[in-house]
């Protein structure tokens, strides 16, 4: 087995890594209430910790060590290419960089930043006018912001799943809805008849067909 050292205790691609990403999602999302800050520093856990894992100690790795040398002998486990665990664990023989699962992950990355930037183009302007948002992504769903956040979670543990990662990921679905249902009870005090008429026809997180279709 040989050992490819740099591919870890880079710690400056951990700094530089995280920071960009998070700098992107906090120009699109902007939070403000206390509210928006739980929802932002969750995420950014979640992104910190990924990055510590891909660039500066795999712990996943290390704790699966044992097992992964006994069902993949010869396996890098220090490499790079070993840190793409879906590929490993697939016995993907390629590059994993190129592997379906890796190119579905930048589309979900790309669109749920697309969303969460578009998203958030539309809140702003009803937060300025003391409006209910309902246009844009808001016409689809109730709570595009989260769902972008969850898209773009989902593109990052299809690149490089952690188990740190894994168990954070369903706490964080539980964490947004609870936000979402918060949301909509301040929602509904604030615009009352408007928003339960607005609710009634818009799902919350997953768009609905049978709306398309009517829209259309």
Excluded at 97 to 114: C, N, Q, T, V
């Amino acid at each position: 087995m040989t050992n490819d050292t740099s591919a870890y205790g880079l710690w400056t691609l951990v700094i530089l890594n995280s920071a960009i990403f998070l700098m992107f999602a906090f120009s699109f999302f902007k939070p403000q209430t206390a509210r928006d800050w739980r929802t932002f520093g969750a995420f950014a856990g979640f992104v910190v910790a990924l990055f510590v894992e891909m660039y500066g100690f795999p712990l996943s790795i290390y704790l699966m060590s044992g097992w992964l040398q006994t069902r993949f002998p010869g396996l890098d486990l220090l490499s790079h290419n070993s840190g793409h665990l879906w590929s490993t664990l697939l016995g993907d023989k390629g590059d994993p960089h190129f592997s379906p699962l890796h190119i579905a992950s930048y589309a979900f990355l790309g669109f749920g930043f697309y969303l969460l930037s578009s998203a958030w183009n539309v809140l702003y302007h009803a937060q300025r006018r003391g409006t209910l948002a309902t246009t844009g992504a808001y016409a689809r769903i109730r709570h595009p912001q989260y769902v972008a956040f969850v898209l773009i979670l989902l593109g990052f543990l299809l690149q490089w799943p952690t188990l740190l990662t894994l168990l954070m990921f369903p706490i964080l679905l539980v964490m947004y809805g609870r936000l979402a249902i918060t949301e909509e009870k301040q929602m509904g005090k604030q615009f009352g008849a408007e928003f339960e008429a607005y609710a009634a026809r818009t799902p919350r997180f997953l768009p609905s067909f049978k709306q398309q279709i009517s829209a259309g």
